[in-house]
């Protein structure tokens, strides 16, 4: 989407939005002729809904691509995910509350196994829990030092976290150490370009897992760390700068508060699961005019292929709709940052449901999935244009033109 034409266009009023992400939404059949996770799901509400509201298909990047997390969100906020490209250690670090600065390069740390023949046997460590990811971090941060930068280690969840690097003259064009499988052996960190910036920035990448690799050895199952997403601190222009909006995001894992920090967000204290979620969104209702409200157990269902954990996760967030209706929000969109079918246990490229509702809407049937969405007033698209769509919805776009 052109943000400065957003930037143009855009006046302050004052309508509300509420752009609702179930993350992994998109699903698909598990046998031939079945229904997905989102047709299986009862979700009485959200067809109401649907009988009401614009329908369609978007697609987080491109045909074919399967989005991660990261520029699925960013679409999703009206920003190109191929031109703005953040390293998943920005939004960790941003995530976290870490005060990154223009030079630091971050990056996602994975705790990780590697057997006797230092080959990985689990990427993550057997999920040890937040309290001793806590402690290996405090046992890092204690005794990790390498000459020439700063290293600032912070714990995120469970067996993640996050380095921090800072120093003059680094870059974040760097590879993974994580190879995305078991059974393989760590990667060495390497530039992806020839500048001296790069080639410094690997050398501290890989002294650092070296230096790690050592303080761990006697911590299995969290004897290694694994690194990527590698990045600094990209410049995106703000929801106020962009859109003239007031925007506050309720999230639960620290990724989804580090993009929405990116985009100028205020973060809001979520309650305790979905429910929670919604209860901070009336108990917010009248501080803010644009709300990102992230539901995170439907990826997480899909990603261990549990089709009726799934559903029913779905099933869950319908239950919140007739709360969220009562607030009266001008523009709504209800969609996910990608697809995740149990099936196939994993993001997907397919396309993801959106329902987008206001008085302004040609409603095209009464059921909220991805088949109805398919033949929806508002067809296949760009999620990067849902931003455009809600701001027209609420009123907020000036017209184009004479």
């Known amino acids: 989407?052109?943000?400065?034409?957003?930037?143009?266009?855009s006046v302050k009023t004052d309508s509300k939005i509420v752009l609702l992400v179930v993350d992994g939404l998109g699903g698909l059949p598990l046998e031939p002729g079945g229904r997905t996770e989102l047709e299986e799901a009862s979700t009485p509400n959200l067809d109401a809904l649907a009988a009401r509201s614009d329908l369609g298909l978007s697609r987080p990047v491109a045909a074919?691509?399967?989005p991660g997390s990261g520029p699925g969100?960013?679409?999703l906020f009206g920003y190109d995910p191929l031109r703005f490209q953040v390293g998943r250690g920005v939004l960790s670090a941003l995530g976290v509350g870490f005060d990154l600065q223009n030079s630091d390069l971050a990056a996602r740390i994975n705790f990780a196994t590697l057997d006797d023949s230092g080959k990985i046997s689990d990427r993550r460590a057997g999920r040890i829990p937040s309290e001793k990811g806590e402690e290996l971090v405090a046992l890092l941060n204690e005794n990790l030092k390498i000459d020439g930068v700063e290293v600032f280690i912070t714990h995120e969840k469970e067996y993640r976290a996050v380095a921090v690097f800072r120093a003059e003259g680094l870059s974040g064009e760097l590879s993974d150490t994580d190879p995305q499988r078991v059974g393989l052996e760590p990667l060495p960190v390497k530039p992806q370009d020839d500048s001296p910036e790069t080639r410094k920035s690997a050398q501290l990448a890989n002294a650092f897992v070296e230096e790690a690799n050592e303080?761990?050895?006697?911590?299995?199952?969290a004897?290694?760390?694994l690194l990527r997403g590698f990045?600094?601190?990209?410049a995106l222009p703000s929801f106020e700068e962009a859109y003239k909006l007031d925007a506050a995001a309720i999230a639960s894992y620290p990724m989804y508060k580090g993009l929405a920090r990116l985009a100028g967000m205020q973060l809001l204290q979520e309650g305790a699961g979905i429910a929670g979620e919604f209860e901070t969104l009336k108990e917010n209702w009248h501080a803010h005019d644009f709300f990102f409200l992230h539901v995170k157990p439907t990826d997480a269902a899909g990603e261990d292929g549990d089709f009726a954990r799934k559903a029913s996760v779905i099933e869950e967030v319908d239950a919140q709709?007739?709360?969220?209706?009562?607030?009266?929000?001008?523009?709504?969109?209800i969609t996910g940052d990608h697809a995740t079918p149990a099936k196939m246990k994993s993001h997907s490229w397919h396309g993801v449901p959106i329902l987008v509702n206001s008085p302004y809407t040609l409603p095209t049937t009464d059921r909220f999935g991805e088949r109805p969405c398919a033949g929806g007033s508002l067809g296949v698209f760009p999620a990067e244009e849902i931003m455009g769509y809600l701001?027209?919805?609420?009123?907020?776009?000036n017209r184009f033109g004479a």
């Open 64 to 66: 074919g691509v399967s």
């Open 231 to 234: 990045g600094m601190h990209p």
């Open 223 to 225: 004897n290694t760390v």
């Open 73 to 75: 969100h960013l679409g």
């Open 321 to 333: 709709i007739p709360g969220l209706l009562d607030l009266a929000p001008d523009a709504i969109a």
């Open 391 to 397: 701001m027209g919805h609420a009123l907020k776009l």
């Open 1 to 9: 989407m052109d943000l400065n034409l957003m930037r143009e266009l």
């Open 215 to 221: 303080i761990l050895a006697d911590q299995h199952p």
